[in-house]
């Protein structure tokens, strides 16, 4: 467009009154949504910087110590000829204590479920040392756990991992001892 048309234009434009309210109506239109577009970026500025924002009494945690010898004091990685590989046992103790211990093999649920049967008035709390097993198993004992009122402890130094943390999540209450490793 050169100049001499868009003066043209504007000389039309204020001859037409009805063009100039339309252009006015535009305008108006035109500032408001540009003005509500400028709001609405400062609310969500605020969003997000309160977002970003520290908690008041936040602690933030410190990295994770990996398992294995060079970690003092935790529990390591089952040896491959431990306990922890044999098919898990079940080991009635003092204070309502069962002790579940080795690999969550298949048909260990129907084997935690008769040991229950058989002793489950006295049994209050199952600790678990497990390197995990059978996914199917796990869940079937931790749903026996959660039905039974059972709850589930890792003591500490001890080892729960892989599919046994599925196990330890079925207590009604849930206790892991100091060093205690437990993950998937």
Partial sequence: MTPAV????LRDWRRRPD???????FAVLLIASAAMLVQDFGQLRKAQAAL???????VEAPPAAPLGPAREG???APAPDGALNAPMTF??????RLAATGTIAPGTAA???A?????GSYVRTVVLRSPGGSVQDALAMGRLIRARGFATEVPAGAYCASSCPLVFSGGVERRAGRNAALGV
């Fill in 6 to 9: 868009f003066l043209q234009a």
């Fill in 19 to 25: 063009d100039a309210l339309l252009h006015l109506l």
């Fill in 52 to 58: 970003s924002a520290p908690v008041p009494g936040q």
């Fill in 74 to 76: 935790g529990p390591d």
């Fill in 91 to 96: 080991d009635l103790q003092s204070d309502g």
């Fill in 111 to 113: 084997l935690f479920a």
């Fill in 115 to 119: 040991e229950v049967e058989k002793r």
